[in-house]
Protein backbone atom coordinates (compact mmCIF):
# COMPACT_ATOMS: atom_id res chain seq x y z
CA UNK A 1 0.00 0.00 0.00
CA UNK A 2 3.18 2.45 0.58
CA UNK A 3 2.62 5.78 -1.85
CA UNK A 4 -0.64 4.93 -2.84
CA UNK A 5 -3.59 7.30 -2.92
CA UNK A 6 -6.71 6.26 -1.34
CA UNK A 7 -9.41 8.63 -1.47
CA UNK A 8 -11.80 8.05 1.52
CA UNK A 9 -15.51 9.86 1.73
CA UNK A 10 -16.36 11.03 5.48
CA UNK A 11 -12.91 10.85 6.49
CA UNK A 12 -13.73 13.62 9.33
CA UNK A 13 -16.24 11.16 10.80
CA UNK A 14 -15.93 8.52 13.56
CA UNK A 15 -14.99 5.83 11.68
CA UNK A 16 -13.53 7.74 9.04
CA UNK A 17 -10.82 9.50 11.07
CA UNK A 18 -9.77 5.93 12.32
CA UNK A 19 -9.03 4.84 9.21
CA UNK A 20 -7.08 7.78 7.92
CA UNK A 21 -4.78 6.91 10.86
CA UNK A 22 -4.32 3.73 9.78
CA UNK A 23 -4.12 4.42 5.78
CA UNK A 24 -1.40 7.08 6.41
CA UNK A 25 0.71 4.48 9.22
CA UNK A 26 1.49 2.02 6.39
CA UNK A 27 2.57 4.98 3.89
CA UNK A 28 -0.95 5.57 2.14
CA UNK A 29 -1.60 9.37 0.86
CA UNK A 30 -5.07 10.25 1.62
CA UNK A 31 -7.77 12.46 -0.11
CA UNK A 32 -9.59 12.95 3.42
CA UNK A 33 -13.28 14.23 1.60
CA UNK A 34 -15.93 15.81 3.27
CA UNK A 35 -18.21 18.92 3.19
CA UNK A 36 -16.12 21.09 5.26
CA UNK A 37 -12.48 20.63 4.50
CA UNK A 38 -11.45 23.53 7.16
CA UNK A 39 -13.23 20.44 9.86
CA UNK A 40 -11.30 18.17 8.65
CA UNK A 41 -7.70 19.72 9.20
CA UNK A 42 -7.60 17.79 12.19
CA UNK A 43 -6.72 14.93 10.15
CA UNK A 44 -3.70 16.07 8.66
CA UNK A 45 -1.02 15.42 12.05
CA UNK A 46 -1.90 12.06 11.48
CA UNK A 47 0.14 11.59 8.35
CA UNK A 48 3.52 12.70 7.40
CA UNK A 49 3.90 16.83 5.84
CA UNK A 50 1.82 16.95 2.66
CA UNK A 51 0.26 12.97 2.93
CA UNK A 52 -3.00 13.61 4.29
CA UNK A 53 -5.09 16.00 2.52
CA UNK A 54 -8.43 17.17 3.40
CA UNK A 55 -10.51 17.81 0.67
CA UNK A 56 -14.02 19.15 -0.22
CA UNK A 57 -16.84 17.40 -1.93
CA UNK A 58 -20.34 16.43 -1.48
CA UNK A 59 -21.04 13.33 -2.30
CA UNK A 60 -24.60 14.21 -3.71
CA UNK A 61 -22.18 16.21 -6.55
CA UNK A 62 -21.22 13.49 -9.71
CA UNK A 63 -18.62 16.16 -11.07
CA UNK A 64 -16.80 16.68 -7.02
CA UNK A 65 -17.17 13.09 -6.54
CA UNK A 66 -15.20 12.39 -9.80
CA UNK A 67 -12.68 15.03 -8.70
CA UNK A 68 -12.03 13.38 -5.26
CA UNK A 69 -11.30 9.84 -6.96
CA UNK A 70 -8.99 10.99 -9.93
CA UNK A 71 -5.73 9.62 -9.65
CA UNK A 72 -6.60 7.27 -6.50
CA UNK A 73 -5.78 3.26 -6.66
CA UNK A 74 -8.46 2.55 -3.67
CA UNK A 75 -11.31 4.09 -2.24
CA UNK A 76 -13.46 3.96 0.76
CA UNK A 77 -17.12 5.10 1.34
CA UNK A 78 -18.20 5.86 4.43
CA UNK A 79 -20.37 8.76 4.57
CA UNK A 80 -24.10 7.96 6.06
CA UNK A 81 -26.12 10.00 8.22
CA UNK A 82 -28.65 8.84 11.03
CA UNK A 83 -31.71 11.60 10.49
CA UNK A 84 -32.07 13.53 6.93
CA UNK A 85 -31.59 16.99 7.16
CA UNK A 86 -31.89 19.24 4.58
CA UNK A 87 -30.36 18.01 1.24
CA UNK A 88 -29.08 15.54 2.55
CA UNK A 89 -31.49 13.14 2.54
CA UNK A 90 -31.66 9.12 3.19
CA UNK A 91 -32.24 8.95 -0.31
CA UNK A 92 -29.34 11.03 -1.24
CA UNK A 93 -26.40 10.21 0.44
CA UNK A 94 -27.16 6.49 1.31
CA UNK A 95 -29.31 5.40 -1.86
CA UNK A 96 -28.05 7.63 -5.05
CA UNK A 97 -24.26 8.63 -3.46
CA UNK A 98 -23.02 5.24 -3.01
CA UNK A 99 -23.86 4.51 -6.54
CA UNK A 100 -22.23 7.94 -7.89
CA UNK A 101 -19.16 7.02 -6.30
CA UNK A 102 -18.68 3.77 -7.49
CA UNK A 103 -18.84 4.13 -10.77
CA UNK A 104 -16.37 7.06 -10.38
CA UNK A 105 -14.34 4.72 -8.81
CA UNK A 106 -14.42 2.33 -11.91
CA UNK A 107 -14.68 5.09 -14.54
CA UNK A 108 -11.24 6.64 -12.52
CA UNK A 109 -9.85 2.74 -12.45
CA UNK A 110 -9.57 2.30 -9.04
CA UNK A 111 -8.14 -0.63 -8.18
CA UNK A 112 -10.53 -1.31 -4.74
CA UNK A 113 -13.30 0.20 -3.25
CA UNK A 114 -14.86 -1.05 0.32
CA UNK A 115 -18.37 0.63 0.39
CA UNK A 116 -19.48 0.59 4.15
CA UNK A 117 -23.21 0.02 5.06
CA UNK A 118 -24.98 -1.36 8.24
CA UNK A 119 -26.01 -4.10 9.50
CA UNK A 120 -30.04 -4.59 9.01
CA UNK A 121 -29.42 -3.03 5.24
CA UNK A 122 -33.00 -4.51 4.19
CA UNK A 123 -34.69 -3.20 0.83
CA UNK A 124 -38.45 -4.79 3.07
CA UNK A 125 -37.33 -2.77 5.84
CA UNK A 126 -39.54 -0.52 7.52
CA UNK A 127 -37.26 2.18 8.11
CA UNK A 128 -36.37 4.86 5.64
CA UNK A 129 -32.23 4.35 6.91
CA UNK A 130 -31.93 0.39 6.44
CA UNK A 131 -34.00 0.43 2.62
CA UNK A 132 -31.55 3.49 1.70
CA UNK A 133 -28.48 1.03 2.76
CA UNK A 134 -29.75 -1.60 0.83
CA UNK A 135 -30.38 -0.05 -2.20
CA UNK A 136 -26.74 2.20 -1.79
CA UNK A 137 -25.50 -1.43 -1.52
CA UNK A 138 -27.19 -2.61 -4.99
CA UNK A 139 -25.95 0.92 -6.21
CA UNK A 140 -22.44 -0.26 -5.49
CA UNK A 141 -22.49 -3.74 -6.95
CA UNK A 142 -23.83 -2.35 -10.25
CA UNK A 143 -21.38 0.12 -10.53
CA UNK A 144 -18.58 -1.93 -9.33
CA UNK A 145 -19.28 -5.35 -8.83
CA UNK A 146 -15.55 -5.92 -7.06
CA UNK A 147 -16.23 -3.85 -4.27
CA UNK A 148 -16.46 -4.72 -0.77
CA UNK A 149 -19.45 -4.02 1.46
CA UNK A 150 -19.21 -3.68 5.36
CA UNK A 151 -21.57 -3.90 7.81
CA UNK A 152 -20.88 -3.15 11.04
CA UNK A 153 -23.14 -3.35 14.07
CA UNK A 154 -22.92 -0.72 16.43
CA UNK A 155 -19.66 1.05 16.67
CA UNK A 156 -17.87 2.02 20.03
CA UNK A 157 -14.78 3.40 20.70
CA UNK A 158 -13.64 6.88 21.58
CA UNK A 159 -16.28 9.52 20.20
CA UNK A 160 -18.55 6.82 19.29
CA UNK A 161 -22.05 8.41 19.43
CA UNK A 162 -24.34 5.42 21.15
CA UNK A 163 -22.06 4.80 24.50
CA UNK A 164 -21.03 8.89 24.99
CA UNK A 165 -24.64 9.85 24.21
CA UNK A 166 -26.23 7.45 26.69
CA UNK A 167 -23.16 8.84 29.26
CA UNK A 168 -23.79 11.94 28.31
CA UNK A 169 -27.51 11.56 29.66
CA UNK A 170 -27.00 9.52 32.59
CA UNK A 171 -25.12 12.87 33.98
CA UNK A 172 -28.23 14.83 33.87
CA UNK A 173 -31.20 12.84 33.94
CA UNK A 174 -32.34 11.05 37.08
CA UNK A 175 -33.52 7.75 34.94
CA UNK A 176 -32.69 6.53 31.10
CA UNK A 177 -35.24 5.61 28.57
CA UNK A 178 -35.36 1.93 27.57
CA UNK A 179 -36.95 2.17 24.57
CA UNK A 180 -39.85 -1.14 23.67
CA UNK A 181 -38.34 -2.52 26.68
CA UNK A 182 -34.28 -3.08 25.57
CA UNK A 183 -34.44 -6.84 25.22
CA UNK A 184 -33.49 -6.21 21.50
CA UNK A 185 -29.86 -7.66 20.59
CA UNK A 186 -26.28 -5.58 19.68
CA UNK A 187 -23.18 -7.08 18.68
CA UNK A 188 -21.20 -3.82 19.19
CA UNK A 189 -17.85 -3.43 17.32
CA UNK A 190 -14.17 -1.78 18.09
CA UNK A 191 -13.49 1.30 15.64
CA UNK A 192 -10.15 -0.40 15.32
CA UNK A 193 -11.66 -3.05 14.39
CA UNK A 194 -13.48 -1.54 11.89
CA UNK A 195 -10.25 0.07 10.31
CA UNK A 196 -8.65 -2.77 10.54
CA UNK A 197 -11.24 -5.14 8.45
CA UNK A 198 -11.35 -2.16 5.73
CA UNK A 199 -7.82 -2.44 5.36
CA UNK A 200 -7.86 -5.59 4.87
CA UNK A 201 -10.65 -5.69 2.59
CA UNK A 202 -8.23 -3.30 0.43
CA UNK A 203 -5.73 -5.60 0.19
CA UNK A 204 -7.33 -8.98 0.24
CA UNK A 205 -7.89 -10.17 -3.31
CA UNK A 206 -10.65 -12.77 -2.09
CA UNK A 207 -12.88 -9.94 -0.61
CA UNK A 208 -13.54 -8.35 -3.76
CA UNK A 209 -17.08 -8.36 -4.69
CA UNK A 210 -18.11 -9.88 -1.03
CA UNK A 211 -19.75 -8.59 1.89
CA UNK A 212 -19.25 -8.47 5.47
CA UNK A 213 -20.63 -8.31 8.96
CA UNK A 214 -19.03 -6.92 11.50
CA UNK A 215 -19.58 -7.91 15.12
CA UNK A 216 -17.56 -8.10 18.36
CA UNK A 217 -16.98 -11.21 20.10
CA UNK A 218 -20.48 -11.06 22.23
CA UNK A 219 -23.61 -9.95 21.56
CA UNK A 220 -25.78 -7.78 24.28
CA UNK A 221 -29.17 -6.83 24.92
CA UNK A 222 -30.02 -2.66 24.66
CA UNK A 223 -30.98 -3.48 28.42
CA UNK A 224 -27.14 -4.56 29.23
CA UNK A 225 -25.42 -1.94 27.15
CA UNK A 226 -27.01 0.34 29.11
CA UNK A 227 -26.32 -1.34 32.40
CA UNK A 228 -22.49 -1.54 31.31
CA UNK A 229 -22.54 1.91 30.35
CA UNK A 230 -23.91 2.87 34.07
CA UNK A 231 -21.32 0.45 35.73
CA UNK A 232 -18.63 2.19 33.91
CA UNK A 233 -19.11 5.65 34.96
CA UNK A 234 -19.87 4.61 38.56
CA UNK A 235 -23.90 6.40 38.63
CA UNK A 236 -27.04 4.61 39.35
CA UNK A 237 -29.80 5.11 37.30
CA UNK A 238 -33.34 3.51 37.02
CA UNK A 239 -34.00 2.09 33.18
CA UNK A 240 -37.78 2.79 32.71
CA UNK A 241 -39.60 1.47 29.69
CA UNK A 242 -40.74 3.50 27.12
CA UNK A 243 -43.30 1.55 25.05
CA UNK A 244 -42.69 2.03 21.28
CA UNK A 245 -45.68 3.91 20.65
CA UNK A 246 -45.02 6.47 23.52
CA UNK A 247 -41.00 6.71 22.16
CA UNK A 248 -42.69 7.68 18.49
CA UNK A 249 -45.07 10.26 19.80
CA UNK A 250 -41.82 11.89 21.66
CA UNK A 251 -39.55 11.34 18.43
CA UNK A 252 -42.41 12.97 16.46
CA UNK A 253 -41.59 16.05 18.42
CA UNK A 254 -37.80 15.72 18.80
CA UNK A 255 -37.32 15.42 14.94
CA UNK A 256 -38.57 19.71 14.81
CA UNK A 257 -34.57 19.97 16.20
CA UNK A 258 -32.00 20.80 14.07
CA UNK A 259 -30.69 17.95 15.27
CA UNK A 260 -33.10 15.33 16.64
CA UNK A 261 -31.54 13.11 19.62
CA UNK A 262 -34.34 10.79 18.57
CA UNK A 263 -36.37 9.66 15.41
CA UNK A 264 -39.44 7.50 14.42
CA UNK A 265 -37.44 5.87 11.79
CA UNK A 266 -34.65 4.99 14.20
CA UNK A 267 -37.40 3.69 17.00
CA UNK A 268 -38.18 1.08 13.58
CA UNK A 269 -34.41 0.17 13.67
CA UNK A 270 -34.75 -0.64 17.64
CA UNK A 271 -37.46 -2.98 17.07
CA UNK A 272 -35.05 -5.23 15.31
CA UNK A 273 -32.17 -6.99 16.28
CA UNK A 274 -28.52 -5.69 14.67
CA UNK A 275 -26.48 -8.93 15.25
CA UNK A 276 -24.26 -10.44 12.70
CA UNK A 277 -26.41 -13.06 10.58
CA UNK A 278 -25.81 -16.88 10.93
CA UNK A 279 -23.57 -18.13 7.98
CA UNK A 280 -22.15 -14.16 7.36
CA UNK A 281 -18.80 -13.74 6.53
CA UNK A 282 -17.28 -11.83 9.52
CA UNK A 283 -14.44 -9.45 10.92
CA UNK A 284 -12.23 -13.68 11.39
CA UNK A 285 -12.71 -13.69 7.64
CA UNK A 286 -10.84 -10.56 7.11
CA UNK A 287 -8.02 -12.06 9.68
CA UNK A 288 -9.19 -9.57 12.36
CA UNK A 289 -9.37 -10.88 16.02
CA UNK A 290 -12.67 -8.82 17.34
CA UNK A 291 -11.88 -6.60 20.90
CA UNK A 292 -14.37 -7.48 23.52
CA UNK A 293 -15.89 -4.35 24.32
CA UNK A 294 -15.30 -4.91 28.59
CA UNK A 295 -11.65 -3.91 27.30
CA UNK A 296 -11.81 -0.87 25.46
CA UNK A 297 -15.24 0.91 27.67
CA UNK A 298 -13.07 1.92 30.53
CA UNK A 299 -10.77 4.10 27.98
CA UNK A 300 -12.76 6.99 27.75
CA UNK A 301 -16.22 6.47 29.63
CA UNK A 302 -14.60 7.73 32.52
CA UNK A 303 -14.73 11.28 31.80
CA UNK A 304 -18.44 10.74 32.46
CA UNK A 305 -17.79 9.89 36.35
CA UNK A 306 -19.23 11.20 39.60
CA UNK A 307 -16.18 13.65 40.45
CA UNK A 308 -14.57 13.12 36.68
CA UNK A 309 -11.72 10.86 35.26
CA UNK A 310 -9.26 11.50 38.32
CA UNK A 311 -12.35 10.79 41.21
CA UNK A 312 -10.14 7.84 42.09
CA UNK A 313 -11.27 4.00 42.10
CA UNK A 314 -10.40 1.60 39.60
CA UNK A 315 -6.92 2.63 37.73
CA UNK A 316 -6.30 2.40 33.95
CA UNK A 317 -3.64 1.52 31.95
N1 LIG B 1 -21.08 4.56 13.99
C1 LIG B 1 -21.80 3.44 13.99
O1 LIG B 1 -22.17 2.90 15.06
C2 LIG B 1 -22.18 2.80 12.68
C3 LIG B 1 -22.88 1.55 12.71
C4 LIG B 1 -23.22 0.95 11.51
C5 LIG B 1 -22.91 1.55 10.31
N2 LIG B 1 -22.25 2.76 10.30
C6 LIG B 1 -21.95 3.39 9.00
O2 LIG B 1 -20.57 3.69 8.93
C7 LIG B 1 -20.39 4.89 8.18
C8 LIG B 1 -19.56 5.89 9.00
O3 LIG B 1 -20.23 6.13 10.22
P1 LIG B 1 -19.70 7.22 11.27
O4 LIG B 1 -20.26 6.85 12.58
O5 LIG B 1 -18.25 7.39 11.11
O6 LIG B 1 -20.47 8.52 10.76
P2 LIG B 1 -20.19 10.06 11.14
O7 LIG B 1 -19.28 10.18 12.30
O8 LIG B 1 -21.52 10.70 11.22
O9 LIG B 1 -19.43 10.61 9.85
C9 LIG B 1 -20.08 10.83 8.63
C10 LIG B 1 -19.12 11.49 7.67
O10 LIG B 1 -19.81 11.75 6.44
C11 LIG B 1 -19.59 13.11 6.06
N3 LIG B 1 -20.73 13.54 5.27
C12 LIG B 1 -22.03 13.64 5.64
N4 LIG B 1 -22.79 14.05 4.60
C13 LIG B 1 -21.94 14.21 3.55
C14 LIG B 1 -22.12 14.60 2.20
N5 LIG B 1 -23.32 14.92 1.70
N6 LIG B 1 -21.03 14.66 1.38
C15 LIG B 1 -19.79 14.35 1.87
N7 LIG B 1 -19.56 13.96 3.13
C16 LIG B 1 -20.64 13.89 3.97
C17 LIG B 1 -19.42 13.85 7.38
O11 LIG B 1 -18.71 15.06 7.27
P3 LIG B 1 -19.45 16.48 6.93
O12 LIG B 1 -20.75 16.47 7.68
O13 LIG B 1 -18.48 17.53 7.39
O14 LIG B 1 -19.62 16.47 5.46
C18 LIG B 1 -18.56 12.83 8.15
O15 LIG B 1 -17.21 12.93 7.72
C19 LIG B 1 -21.79 5.39 7.83
O16 LIG B 1 -22.13 4.98 6.54
C20 LIG B 1 -22.68 4.71 8.85
O17 LIG B 1 -23.98 4.52 8.37
C21 LIG B 1 -21.88 3.39 11.46
Same mark, same amino acid.
Request: with cysteine; glycine share 8%.
Given at each position: MQGQLATVFGASGFIGRNIVRELAARGVRVN !????DAEQAK??? %?? @? !?? /??VTPMRADVTDPAAVARAVAGADMVINLVGILYQSGRNTFDAVQATAPGTIAKAAADAGVRALVHVSAI /? &??????SAYARSKAAGEAAVRAAFPAATVLRPSIVFGANDSFFNRFAAMAQVMPFLPLIGGGANKFQPVYVDDVADAAIAALQ? %?? &? &? @?KTYELGGPSTYTFRQLLELMLVEIRRRRPLVTVPFWLASLQAAVL????? %???TRDQIELLKRDNVVAPGASTLADLGVDPTPLEIVLPTYLDAFRLGG???? /?RAHA
Amino acid at each position: MQGQLATVFGASGFIGRNIVRELAARGVRVN !AVCRDAEQAKFLK %PM @G !AV /GQVTPMRADVTDPAAVARAVAGADMVINLVGILYQSGRNTFDAVQATAPGTIAKAAADAGVRALVHVSAI /G &ADADSRSAYARSKAAGEAAVRAAFPAATVLRPSIVFGANDSFFNRFAAMAQVMPFLPLIGGGANKFQPVYVDDVADAAIAALQR %PE &A &A @GKTYELGGPSTYTFRQLLELMLVEIRRRRPLVTVPFWLASLQAAVLELLPV %PPLTRDQIELLKRDNVVAPGASTLADLGVDPTPLEIVLPTYLDAFRLGGRYAG /GRAHA
